[in-house]
């Protein structure tokens, strides 16, 4: 099943979203910043997912301010972390971390597509979701921590290379050709908005920014960058089309999933080396 508007000519001037219309979409449903949202229909939908990665630039430097702060005050690189993995939580009111435990809950049910997306819709979290959080959350401060204890510089990258990573996977899995698996929510609004082209050029600026941005830390560590950047994505388009076979397309819960998956898989690359 592809995206119903696959096909359909290209939008007359006036139905086409401003790149405006489409930073108050992507502010106002992936972060709880001020931004009022002018439109809500397809066209401010698929630019707003491609601006996506702009929030998460935002989120990662305001993540950083407090943990570089409480470092620089000698309060060590673990609560450094510790803070700057709870503020991309905060900013988002927790609702990437909710959806990538409903949406362990789902795979985990072994159940059927239509009881495993009934379950995802409750507002409990089960034993699946619960494990699954934890480890992730484990993983985070484990390797911010790793790098804050290298240097602040190291962590701020660190911690604003993860989140820009995590909105681009979302950008990705709202790429044509990905379904929606229920027709309501936030993730039906957004489904199969991202033309293929647009999403491959925005995947190609993120990696080239986050190469330059670690360049002055020698070749090896743009590199590490830039590999950090990949394997997030790789990790996230797994997952992606896990969930496209076993729920039959695409949920908000899954975004949020693909999104804490590809920041994981991320920080991981960049504690190592």
């Known amino acids: ?31 709880v910043l001020p ?10 939908a698929r630019t707003g997912m491609a601006c996506a990665p702009l929030a998460g630039l935002v989120v990662g430097l305001l993540a950083t301010v407090p943990g570089v702060l409480l470092l620089r005050l000698g309060g060590g690189p673990l609560l450094a972390a510790a ?24 795979l985990g049910s072994a159940k059927p597509a239509e009881d495993a997306l009934r379950i995802m819709k409750q507002s409990d979290i089960g034993p699946f979701g619960v494990i699954t959080l934890l480890f992730v959350l484990l993983v985070q401060v484990a390797a911010l921590a790793n790098a804050y204890a290298d240097s602040w510089v190291r962590g701020a990258l660190a911690a604003v ?30 489904a199969g908005v991202v033309p293929p082209g647009a999403a491959a050029a925005v995947a190609a600026l993120v990696l080239a920014a986050a190469a330059l941005a670690a360049l002055p830390a020698g070749p090896a560590a743009a590199a590490r960058h830039a590999a950090a950047v990949l ?10 089309r896990r969930c496209v076979r076993r729920f039959d397309g695409v949920t908000g819960d899954v975004f949020g999933a693909v999104c804490e998956t590809a920041a994981t898989s991320a920080l991981v690359v960049l504690a190592l080396g």
């Open 231 to 240: 394997a997030g994505l790789l990790a996230a388009e797994l997952l992606l």
């Open 161 to 190: 290379t993860a989140a820009v990573t995590a909105r681009l996977a979302m950008t990705l899995a709202a790429r044509r050709g990905v379904p929606a698996a229920r027709p309501g929510g936030l993730g039906a609004a957004v």
């Open 1 to 31: 099943m592809t995206d119903s508007t696959d096909d359909r000519p290209p939008l007359p001037p006036a139905e086409r979203a401003t790149l405006a219309d489409g930073i108050r979409f992507a502010f106002g449903t992936l972060t």
């Open 83 to 106: 803070v700057s993995a709870a503020v991309p939580a905060v900013l988002t009111r927790g609702l990437h971390l909710d959806g990538l435990a409903d949406t362990a809950d789902g």
């Open 35 to 44: 931004a009022r949202i002018t439109r809500w229909d397809r066209p401010a």
